[in-house]
């Protein structure tokens, strides 16, 4: 097997790596939830409890 191909084979391990970690819901919904309290308190609007949690 020549060298390139043994090297190109050594490298696959980083090429199935995945570009970026997959987002979790929690992960999501806490971003959204943080965005949505910001954009309440921006011109002084009362945050719901229910966003607190």
Request: hydrophobic residues 40%; negative net charge; charged residues 20%.
């Amino acid at each position: 097997m020549p060298r390139c191909r043994a090297a190109t084979h050594a490298l696959q391990p980083i090429w199935s790596q995945a570009a970026e970690k997959p987002v979790t819901f929690a992960t999501s919904y806490a971003n959204a939830n943080s965005k949505f309290v910001s954009l309440l308190e921006d011109p002084g609007l009362d945050i719901p409890k229910e966003l607190d949690q």
